[in-house]
Structure formats: structure tokens, C-alpha cells
């Protein structure tokens, strides 16, 4: 039985990964004039959805999963 490590950093990169997944369904679900005016794509009067900026949102979030995977490696003896 392998001895994960969860450690601080796990968890933060976790959370990063949940925020970008959710910033990423925000992309493809609501147009360009319902996004809140602090995600960038946001532009008043259009109808478009981001669907690029949807697809790197994903990628961040699996980004920062595989970062969390590679944190949790046991310690060396």
C-alpha cells in the first residue's frame, strides 16, 4: 500500500482546478454580454459564446490537476 502525501499544495492546485472548470462551463453556457465583467471575453451587445477560451479553461484546470497528481508522490526514504 502506497503512502500518499497530501500536502498544502494539493489542495490549493484542487481548488484552481475546480475555479477553472467552473470559469470554463461559464464560457460555453453564457453569451458574451452575460459574462460578469471581470472575466475577459466580456463584451456588451454580443451574442457569441467563447468557446476558445472555454477549451483553455478546461486545459488550465487539467493542468493543475496533474500538478496536484504529481505532488502527492510518497517521500523518499
Known amino acids: 500500500m502506497s503512502k500518499l502525501r497530501i500536502r498544502p499544495l494539493t489542495i490549493v492546485l484542487i481548488v484552481v482546478?475546480?475555479?477553472f472548470v467552473v470559469a470554463g462551463i461559464?464560457?460555453?453556457v453564457r453569451p458574451a454580454n452575460d459574462l460578469p465583467s471581470f472575466m475577459p471575453?466580456?463584451?456588451?451587445?454580443s451574442t457569441k459564446h467563447h468557446v476558445?477560451?472555454?477549451?483553455?479553461?478546461?486545459?488550465?484546470?487539467?493542468?493543475?490537476?496533474?500538478?496536484?497528481?504529481?505532488?502527492?508522490?510518497p517521500d523518499r526514504s
Open 41 to 45: 471575453g466580456h463584451a456588451t451587445g
Open 52 to 73: 476558445k477560451h472555454g477549451i483553455a479553461m478546461f486545459a488550465v484546470a487539467a493542468v493543475a490537476l496533474i500538478g496536484a497528481w504529481f505532488t502527492t508522490a
Open 17 to 19: 482546478a475546480a475555479i
Open 26 to 28: 461559464v464560457y460555453f
